[in-house]
Each structure stands twice: as structure tokens, then as C-alpha cells.
């Protein structure tokens, strides 16, 4: 059987997190990754693979089943998915929440236009927690749900901090509120704001000479990433960056607290976590699961932008459907 060919567009934490997972994948091989940087500069882990520049992916249409995009939500992906989907399948991990039904509609119609099939918002939230939450929703309509994400490094605020002028290294920690947890687990069904659930507190090394209430200001007001929290910005050296802000972290948990029965005095909790030491290997790992998933529903004609919600379970795993049946279910 052909293995699935794929490449990665953008090569930093989340890129080096795709090229581990295809490692661990039999059925896949990684074609090409693609980089702004010198492609010199860039050392792979895996042998013989080419590092091109990305405007020069136009030329390897005909060798890559998948482009797999690791930029940041921030200002990359909105950009970069919607013209990549003109020349490939493309799949990214755009997490902006609140952004997300824009930048479906605008990779959709990419992709439908040139005959590609596209992932958008896949990784752990948005993407598998998108599943659980639609689950619980779904088995217990009489309810509540709560998403509560950390301790842990948001890579797509991370970006959105270092992207602020004057910031030369930046790490963003989201961290729930346990006290907020330990009310819904209650099943009293508590009403909870965005700030009553998660503080962020932000780690940041500031450029020689730059203005740090600036900085502050900026973050802390930021549109869709912080201006709804409790946010602490810290400035701090770049000695205790490297020494203390080594890894990534993160994790999280979708709650459903829902009643039945006649009367419906019955209460019922749905309860799904995850515990993640590396938040890019993990996320990685779950955009190569779902190129899998877009390499067979390419093969059966499909095109335009999808989510996880349009993903039968069974696309995912390399088994067949006879020994899903005879294993799993």
C-alpha cells in the first residue's frame, strides 16, 4: 500500500511536532517541508528530506498527497491556508475561536475552486475537545457544558505576545480557576464567565530600551486572546526565560452537567481531560492522525473545507474496518 505523502509548511515547535508524529506512522512518509527561513539553516530529524522555501511548494504539487501548515493564527494561517489550498490538501490547527466560522468560509471556497479538500481548526481545542463537547451536548440536551483549559503554554497566544513590538521572547500560561472546576463538578450548575474560569499569566523578555507599560497595555488588551481575562504580564530575564520556560505544557478539561430521567432529577456528568507534557507533539500527533483521515476522503471525491465534526471516526485509525470492529468496538 502507497503511503500517504506529506509535507509540513513552517518548521518551529509545531512543525518539529508533525515530523515526530509521522515517525510513529507506518502509512505516511514525510515528502518536503517548507520554510520562510534559509532552508539551509533548517536540520531536520529525519534523513533525506528536502527543505525548500515556501514559495517554491507550488512546484511539488504533483509529490505531496497533504500539506500540513504550522504557522500561528495570529496573522499566518489566515493568509497562508486559504492560498495553500489553491495548490494542495491542506490541513491547520487555526485556533482562534472566534474567528473560525471566517476562516472556514474563506478556505472553503479555496479549496472547492481548485478541486482540494482542507482541515481547518484541528488539534486538541479546537478539535477533539470541539468532538467531546459536541457529544456531551448532544447525549445530555439538558445541561451545561465548561471547557476549561491548563496549566498549561498556548501556543497561539505565545505567538500573538511575540508578535507585539518591543517583545523579544514571550510565553503565555493559561491557568483555570479550580474553584470554578469543583462547582460544576458539583452539578450545581453554576453561570461562569470567561474571566470567572481562566487567568493568563504572560512571561515576557522585552527588547533593550522598550517601553514595558506599552507592552503590557498591548497584551493585556488584546482582542480575542486577552481582553476578556485576568491577565499578569511579567517581564523577566533572558537567563530565567531559558531556565524556567523550557517546555510546553498544557491540557484541559470539557465538562457536561446535565440531568435525566422522568422529572429529570437524575444528575449526570460527562467528565474528559487531557494531560499533555508537550502540547506541539501532541497537537502534532492529531493533524497526522487527520491527514489519514483526508487522504481517504480525497479518494472518494471529496472537496471544500471541513472540520473535526465532518470526520467519521473510523477515517482516522490505519485499521480496517473489520478489525476496528473486532478490536475496539
Known amino acids: 500500500m502507497a503511503k500517504t505523502r506529506i509535507a509540513i509548511a513552517g518548521y518551529g515547535n509545531l512543525g518539529r511536532g508533525v515530523e515526530l508524529a509521522i515517525k510513529q506512522n507506518s ?16 536540520k531536520l530529524l529525519t534523513e533525506g528530506v528536502k527543505v525548500l522555501k515556501l514559495d517554491d511548494a507550488k512546484d511539488m504539487q504533483d509529490e505531496i498527497d497533504v500539506l500540513i501548515i504550522c504557522g500561528g493564527s495570529a496573522t499566518d494561517l489566515p493568509e497562508q491556508t486559504p492560498a495553500l489550498a489553491k495548490l494542495f490538501n491542506v490541513i491547520d490547527s487555526f485556533d482562534t475561536h472566534a474567528r473560525i466560522p471566517e476562516h472556514f468560509a474563506n478556505v472553503d471556497k479555496a479549496a472547492k475552486e481548485s478541486g482540494h479538500i482542507a482541515m481547518i481548526s484541528l488539534g486538541w481545542d479546537p478539535g477533539l475537545f470541539s468532538l467531546n463537547r459536541l ?7 439538558n445541561g451545561k457544558s465548561y471547557t476549561f483549559w491548563g496549566k498549561g503554554v498556548s501556543q497561539g497566544h505565545s505567538d500573538a505576545i511575540r508578535r507585539v513590538e518591543g517583545v523579544k521572547r514571550g510565553i503565555q500560561y493559561t491557568c483555570p480557576v479550580e474553584a470554578a472546576m469543583d462547582v460544576v463538578r458539583s452539578g450545581s450548575q453554576p453561570e461562569l464567565s470567561t474571566r470567572d474560569k481562566h487567568t493568563r499569566e504572560c512571561f515576557v523578555v522585552a527588547e533593550e530600551g522598550a517601553d514595558k507599560a506599552k507592552i503590557e497595555a498591548e497584551i493585556k488588551g488584546m482582542k480575542n486572546y486577552f481582553d476578556q481575562y485576568d491577565t499578569t504580564v511579567n517581564f523577566i530575564t533572558e537567563e530565567e526565560f531559558d531556565a524556567v520556560h523550557n517546555k510546553m505544557p ?80
Open 27 to 42: 502509512d505516511m512518509e514525510l515528502a518536503a517541508v517548507f520554510t520562510r527561513r534559509d532552508p539551509s539553516s533548517v
Open 135 to 141: 457529544y456531551a451536548e448532544s447525549i445530555l440536551p
Open 250 to 329: 498544557h491540557g484541559g478539561f470539557v465538562m457536561r452537567s446535565g440531568m435525566t430521567g422522568d422529572g429529570e432529577k437524575t444528575h449526570q456528568m460527562i467528565e474528559y481531560s487531557l494531560k499533555l507534557e508537550s502540547n506541539p507533539e501532541f497537537t502534532g500527533s492529531v493533524l497526522v492522525c487527520y491527514a489519514r483521515a483526508m487522504a481517504r476522503m480525497k479518494s472518494e471525491g471529496m472537496t471544500g473545507c471541513k472540520t473535526a465534526f465532518d470526520v467519521a471516526p473510523a477515517y482516522l485509525s490505519p485499521l480496517s474496518a473489520d478489525e476496528l470492529r473486532a478490536s475496539m468496538l
